[in-house]
C-alpha cells in the first residue's frame, strides 16, 4: 500500500498571531495544486486556534507541538488531549528532541503520550533521533531502538493500525545545524525504523506508518530525501518559518512521490 507523504511545519516558539495569519494567508495558494501530499502546521498553544479556524475548509491540518498525557487536574501550565481536541487540533508532536534535552521528557512520558493521543483521535508524529556523541559512538541505532520500543511499552500496534501514527527520525547534530543527514543516513535508520515497527505490529502494520525527516530540510535537498525509498516526508523547522520555502517543500513532497 503506496503511503501518502507528509510534510510538516514545526514552527516552534515562533510566530504572534498576526504572523499566523500572514503566513497561512501567503501559503494556501502557493500549495493549492500540491495533489498527494499531507500537509500540516505544528503551532505555538497560543496560535492553535486561529490556526484552526484560518486552515479550516483547507487541506492544512493544524496541530501543537506538546500536550500532556492526564486529561485534566493539577499540571500547571500543561495541557490535555481534550483540550486538543477541543480546540480542534488534529495532530501532535510527541517527544520533540528539544522537549527531551531542555525539557527532560523521557522515552516513559514520550510512550504515554503517543499512546493518548491515538486514544484520543490525534495523530502523534512521534521524533526520535540520536545525538552526535552518540551517532560518532556508533549507537545511533541503539538510542532510536530504544526510544522507539517504549512507544509501544504504551501502545498496542496491532490494535491501532499504520495510519494512527507518524514517527520522525530526527538526529540531534541535523536540527537547526545546517547539516543534515545525507540521504543515505535518512533512509538507513528509517528503513531499520520501519523494520523494527514489523517487530510491533507485523508487516502489513510496518508498511503503513508514515515516517518522516527532520533536520535542516530545505528547498535545496528535499528532493534527494523524498526520493529514498522508506522517507515519506519531512518535519521542517527553520525552512518552515517562511511561507514562501515551506510552500517549497510542499510541492517537492508532492512531486517526489508520483508514479
Ligand atoms: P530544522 O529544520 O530547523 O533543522 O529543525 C528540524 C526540527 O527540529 C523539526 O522538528
Redesign the pocket.
Same mark, same amino acid.
Given at each position: 500500500m503506496a503511503r501518502r507523504p507528509m510534510m510538516?511545519a514545526?514552527w516552534?516558539m515562533n510566530k504572534l498571531l498576526g504572523e499566523a495569519r500572514d503566513y497561512v494567508e501567503q501559503l494556501l495558494p502557493r500549495i493549492e495544486g500540491a495533489e498527494g501530499v499531507d500537509v500540516a502546521i505544528?503551532a505555538t498553544f497560543t496560535s492553535l486556534g486561529e490556526l484552526v479556524r484560518l486552515t479550516q475548509g483547507t487541506p492544512v491540518v493544524a496541530g501543537a507541538q506538546n500536550f500532556y498525557y492526564e486529561d485534566s487536574g493539577a499540571f500547571t501550565g500543561e495541557v490535555s488531549a481534550p483540550m486538543l481536541e477541543d480546540v480542534g487540533a488534529g495532530a501532535v508532536?510527541v517527544g520533540? /528532541?528539544?522537549r527531551r534535552e531542555i525539557f527532560g521528557e523521557t522515552d516513559e512520558t514520550v510512550g504515554r503520550k503517543a499512546a493518548r493521543a491515538v486514544s484520543a483521535g490525534i495523530l502523534p508524529v512521534v521524533?526520535v533521533g540520536e545525538t552526535k556523541e552518540e551517532r560518532d559512538a556508533g549507537s545511533m541505532w541503539e538510542k532510536v531502538s530504544g526510544q522507539v520500543r517504549a512507544v509501544f511499552e504504551h501502545l498496542d500496534a496491532g490494535e491501532i493500525g499504520g495510519e494512527a501514527i507518524v514517527f520522525?527520525y530526527?538526529p540531534v547534530w541535523?536540527?537547526?545545524?545546517?547539516e543534515?543527514a545525507t540521504p543515505e543516513d535518512a533512509q538507513d535508520a528509517i528503513g531499520r525504523l520501519r523494520g523494527l515497527l514489523g517487530e510491533f505490529g507485523g508487516e502489513d502494520f510496518a508498511g503503513e506508518v508514515r515516517i518522516l525527516y527532520?533536520? /535542516?530540510?530545505?528547498p535545496g535537498n528535499v528532493n534527494d530525501i523524498m526520493a529514498q525509498r522508506d522517507v515519506d516526508g519531512?518535519?521542517?523547522?527553520?525552512?518552515?518559518l517562511e511561507a514562501e520555502s515551506f510552500a517549497e517543500l510542499v510541492n517537492g513532497a508532492s512531486n517526489a512521490k508520483e508514479d
Open positions: 510538516a514545526n516552534k505544528f508532536i520533540h /528532541s528539544e521524533c520522525a530526527e541535523a536540527i537547526g545545524t545546517g543534515t527532520g533536520g /535542516s530540510i530545505k519531512g518535519l521542517v523547522g527553520g525552512a518552515s
